[in-house]
């Protein structure tokens, strides 16, 4: 047998081997990537469960007397959850020689109310497994409900009684009071919180928004019954009252609880929405020199209201500066590529009387020129450059498919439906939420970068050992 | 938020149930290289909790490698041989999944979030890093200063978190309790990148893992998913469990500990006691024992502390019986003003000796009754049922046992819980601490109140 040549000679054959070559190192590469590599969209696109249209349908209830309540109806298990707020009841909206008087209130209206001495009514709660609890936020007095559809009938008793007849007892409200107190004694064990607390103060000067939410301890040594009962009287009415409903009841269950328990209440709050604070964003970062562990930075800047058109971009926008974790820009530039901070974030508020984008982070002396220097390059090269599509089509794919995640429990379900009403997001918000986010354009994200992130507009505060910063500037 | 070091909460309300009723109506079974599997079916909504737990956590650690465990798990986020770098967390996030981990000192987890059209994404990363973990130098040397900086926040900033931690090192002395599951910031900065591979291939395998699945899928889509993810790992030989040195029962402890940002009392008491793994018949008693006692404020030591004597602003009582070694029983409180810490501990003697005089069937039928009425709650989060049935399934106790835990407390008898005080509070090590104010100023100069300066 005469020897055949492999290939026949031609003169691109040189050519031809080499491109057969790199053709089946090519289909090797492939077939090793197959094997070897992680194909998420595959894996997505294979998978056996296949993601679900999931509709909660949100239905407004009026009741009778006209009171208004979203409800989501879910049948899943026999428990119903009922959140509620009253606006502009919050700690802000204390009179200014009555600092503590909502927190007060809010802790009072779980001691007792009617026929119930504060234990008769814990055991009463406790042997039903009903939870009722109020508290006040910064704007909002507000209260949540969770009852088994069984002991729902008590349970939606007792939250009327806990709002028309609290009974104030001296004995509580003496041991409230001195809970409060020790409450304000350790608040600065934290410095973090002595942060918050002077950060604020200097943030809103004057405005009640940088008051202590824990309350002034002289005005919280005074507060007594008749104080108590103002307080209340001013905050819980029709006219400010918000309710979410979810679970396991219908429209006209729901309808009859809203006259039961709500009915009675006065028709108008005496209580009114805060003028503007006027904060100074100017780029100054203050230090507050203090013995700690961890030097701790916060930042505010001008924000975006709910309402407001620019808020689905700066959401957008957040999320890819500071919002997403350890992915964010500025946890990859700060902690994932130095390792200078446990965690570093940014976040949007929505306070009624101002919207903030605020942003912190804590780390040790001996980082923290250089942690803050990068920080104030990050934010001022995402408001100069922008963003690229692909971190907003990153951050829409998140947004928009970790939606359902917020299905998890009745309690929060009920929270979104009274929040969905607070920010007036209409009746079809969780159908249409998704298509909110994926409406927004790269120029609308760009814009509202070069809007907020602005270094000079940025107003901080640090507090910690600066020894170190100082001698190496 | 991130990577919490999750110290495993009492869970001991949560744990009751009608007596005919099971906890979660779940299922389990094993692949055959060892994985424990566990669904929690829970149709709500079209989301799932998957949780993969391995039964090693700080105990594990050798001696003077403190934090090991937890700069592994930290360092589980930086990269395979397949999804190099930040590629788990980005294609999570891509994905919609919230993902996050947790160390103890007997287990680690690592946990998504998701919708369910995204969980066998999640399933197929989790399964990769269980064996193909990439240690670079570099991620090495960042995560090592992260969790530095990790604990500096959580322990150095906070002293009633520092008051806490030396409470448990001189309750546990020798035993790997005493030490803190983030290491010391020595130790941790001491580790090298070879003590986290041995440590990694000596507990992260199928024969040391119990996967959770809980939320919209059904025990049979369960296992096929599982059998496709975990099934072709294979095990592994596993490092020999520690030993859990035995305490001397007479043991008694107390100290007092005075920091400088702290202007109130608190005082804690803490046992040694029973867990699931030493006597599984007594942790229902002592569950008991610790609603009637001081959970609530309409528990025994509340009403005569705090509402009688007025000598407590607050006290409470917790037991926790899901551990490898010892469970912990503890007490806490804050003493009324003009109380002394001191004085309050002495207070709780009293009460606490009262309290048992006073443990009739009745009380204990209130109990039980109080546990029983919340059972159903349990059915709303799948996250609940996945961090219940996880964490008492990762120190041993099989799925049968949680899921009947009700009947057993249904079981509980007013003799049973007196014997088992009259045990834990003569007869278990304990240590008591009061955390104080401190009496002298710091040197001046280190601490200037009030004095800021503008730095632009």
């Given at each position: 047998?005469?020897?055949?040549?492999?290939?026949?000679?031609?003169?691109?054959?040189?050519?031809?081997?080499?491109?057969?070559?790199?053709?089946?190192?090519?289909?090797?590469?492939?077939?090793?990537?197959?094997?070897?590599?992680?194909?998420?969209?595959?894996?997505?696109?294979?998978?056996?469960?296949k993601a679900k249209t999931f509709a909660a349908p949100v239905q407004e209830v009026v009741s009778g007397r006209g009171i208004k309540a979203y409800l989501l109806e879910d049948k899943t298990n026999p428990i119903i959850s009922v959140s509620f707020l009253f606006e502009n009841g919050g700690w802000a909206h204390d009179r200014a020689d009555r600092q503590g008087a909502a927190k007060m209130a809010a802790a009072m209206l779980g001691e007792g109310a009617g026929k119930y001495n504060s234990q008769a009514w814990k055991e009463a709660l406790e042997s039903k497994a009903i939870g009722i609890s109020f508290s006040a936020g910064k704007d909002d007095f507000s209260g949540s409900l969770l009852t088994t559809t069984e002991n729902a009938p008590q349970a939606f008793e007792m939250l009327r009684l806990a709002l028309t007849a609290p009974r104030f007892d001296q004995a509580d409200i003496d041991r409230v009071r001195a809970l409060m107190l020790e409450v304000l004694r350790r608040q600065k064990e934290h410095p973090a919180n002595e942060l918050g607390l002077m950060f604020e103060e200097e943030l809103f000067r004057g405005h009640p928004y940088g008051r202590n939410p824990a309350g002034d301890p002289a005005a919280i040594r005074k507060l007594g019954r008749t104080d108590l009962e103002e307080a209340v009287q001013a905050r819980l009415a029709k006219d400010n009252l918000i309710v979410g409903i979810a679970g396991d009841i219908d429209a006209a269950a729901a309808s009859k609880?809203?006259?039961?328990?709500?009915?009675?209440?006065?028709?108008?709050?005496?209580?009114?929405?805060?003028?503007?604070?006027?904060?100074?964003?100017?780029?100054?970062?203050?230090?507050?020199?203090?013995?700690?562990?961890?030097?701790?930075?916060?930042?505010?800047?001008?924000?975006?209201?709910?309402?407001?058109?620019?808020f689905y971009p700066l959401f957008i926008a957040n999320y890819i500066v500071g919002g997403s974790g350890l992915s964010s820009r500025l946890s990859k530039a700060i902690r994932e590529d130095k390792g200078l901070t446990y965690g570093v974030y940014s976040y949007q508020t929505l306070d009624d009387a101002v919207p903030l984008l605020q942003a912190g982070f804590s780390t040790t002396e001996d980082n923290y020129g250089e942690a803050l220097d990068l920080f104030k390059q990050q934010w001022e090269l995402f408001g100069s450059k922008g963003v690229s599509a692909a971190e907003v089509e990153q951050a829409k794919n998140f947004l928009t498919a970790s939606y359902n995640l917020r299905f998890a429990s009745i309690g929060n379900i009920a929270d979104i439906l009274t929040a969905m009403q607070k920010y007036r997001l209409g009746q079809d918000f969780l159908q249409k939420r998704n298509s909110y986010i994926e409406a927004v354009t790269v120029?609308?994200?760009?814009?509202?970068?070069?809007?907020?992130?602005?270094?000079?507009?940025?107003?901080g505060m640090a507090i910690g050992s600066f020894d170190k910063v100082t001698k190496e500037k | 938020m991130r990577r919490l070091i999750f110290h495993i909460v009492c869970f001991s309300v949560l744990l009751v149930s009608a007596a005919q009723a099971r906890l979660f109506n779940g299922e389990e079974f094993y692949l055959p290289n060892g994985m424990q599997v566990i669904v929690v079916p829970n149709h709500k909504a079209p989301i799932v909790k998957h949780m993969v737990w391995y039964k090693s956590g700080s105990v594990d650690e050798a001696p003077g490698k403190g934090g090991s465990a937890h700069l592994l798990e930290h360092l589980m986020f930086r990269g395979t041989a397949k999804v190099p770098g930040d590629g788990l967390n980005k294609i999570l996030e891509q994905n919609g999944a919230e993902s996050n981990a947790f160390t103890s000192t007997d287990m680690t987890a690592y946990h998504q979030m998701t919708d369910i059209s995204r969980l066998e994404l999640a399933m197929a990363l989790e399964a990769d890093r269980m064996q193909n973990l990439k240690l670079r130098d570099k991620d090495f040397a960042l995560e090592r200063d992260i969790v530095y900086q990790e604990r500096k926040e959580?322990?150095?900033?906070?002293?009633?978190?520092?008051?806490?931690?030396?409470?448990?090192?001189?309750?546990?002395?020798?035993?790997?309790?005493?030490?803190?599951?983030?290491?010391?910031?020595?130790?941790?900065m001491s580790l090298t990148k070879e003590d986290m591979e041995a440590f990694y291939k000596s507990h992260y395998a199928p024969n040391n893992a119990v996967l959770v699945l809980s939320g919209d899928i059904d025990a049979a889509t369960a296992r096929q998913l599982a059998e496709k993810y975990y099934g072709p790992l294979k095990k592994r030989p596993l490092a020999p469990r520690p030993e859990m040195p035995r305490l001397e029962p007479s043991f008694k402890a107390f100290f007092t500990m005075e920091q400088p940002k702290v202007n109130s009392i608190r005082v804690g008491k803490i046992f040694a006691a029973p867990s699931y793994n030493i006597d599984p018949q007594d942790i229902y008693n002592l569950t008991v024992l610790s609603a009637y006692m001081g959970e609530g404020e309409t528990s025994k030591l509340y009403k005569k502390l705090v509402l009688r004597d007025e000598k407590a602003l607050d006290?409470?009582?917790?037991?926790?019986?899901?551990?490898?070694?010892?469970?912990?029983?503890?007490?806490?409180?804050?003493?009324?003003?003009?109380?002394?810490?001191?004085?309050?501990?002495?207070?709780?003697?009293?009460?606490?000796?009262?309290?048992?005089?006073?443990?009739?069937?009745?009380?204990?039928?209130?109990?039980?009754?109080?546990?029983?009425?919340?059972?159903?709650?349990?059915?709303?989060?799948?996250?609940?049922?996945?961090?219940?049935?996880?964490?008492?399934?990762?120190?041993?106790?099989?799925?049968?046992?949680?899921?009947?835990?009700?009947?057993?407390?249904?079981?509980?008898?007013?003799?049973?819980?007196?014997?088992?005080?009259?045990?834990?509070?003569?007869?278990?090590?304990?240590?008591?601490?009061?955390?104080?104010?401190?009496?002298?100023?710091?040197?001046?100069?280190?601490?200037?109140?009030?004095k800021k300066e503008g730095r632009r």
């Open positions: 047998m005469s020897h055949r040549p492999l290939y026949k000679k031609s003169p691109h054959c040189g050519i031809k081997i080499f491109l057969v070559m790199l053709l089946g190192i090519a289909l090797a590469l492939t077939a090793y990537e197959r094997l070897t590599g992680f194909h998420a969209q595959e894996i997505v696109d294979n998978s056996i469960l609880m809203l006259d039961d328990v709500f009915g009675s209440l006065a028709e108008k709050a005496r209580t009114a929405a805060l003028a503007a604070p006027e904060p100074v964003f100017n780029g100054v970062t203050e230090q507050v020199s203090r013995r700690s562990g961890q030097n701790i930075v916060r930042f505010a800047a001008p924000g975006a209201a709910r309402s407001d058109a620019d120029d609308e994200v760009n814009a509202a970068a070069a809007k907020y992130f602005n270094k000079d507009r940025l107003q | 959580r322990v150095d900033n906070n002293p009633a978190g520092y008051f806490n931690e030396t409470l448990r090192r001189v309750l546990w002395q020798n035993h790997p309790y005493a030490r803190p599951v983030t290491g010391t910031p020595e130790e941790i006290v409470s009582t917790a037991y926790d019986s899901g551990a490898r070694g010892y469970g912990t029983f503890s007490i806490s409180a804050v003493p009324a003003p003009g109380i002394s810490g001191e004085e309050l501990l002495e207070a709780i003697d009293d009460a606490w000796a009262e309290a048992i005089r006073e443990l009739t069937p009745a009380e204990v039928d209130k109990i039980k009754t109080k546990m029983r009425a919340g059972l159903v709650y349990l059915r709303d989060n799948p996250e609940h049922a996945a961090y219940i049935a996880g964490s008492l399934a990762a120190i041993g106790m099989p799925l049968n046992e949680i899921e009947k835990q009700a009947d057993e407390i249904d079981e509980v008898k007013a003799s049973g819980v007196k014997k088992s005080a009259e045990k834990l509070w003569k007869h278990a090590p304990q240590a008591s601490g009061i955390l104080k104010p401190q009496k002298e100023l710091t040197p001046s100069g280190t601490d200037q109140p009030g």
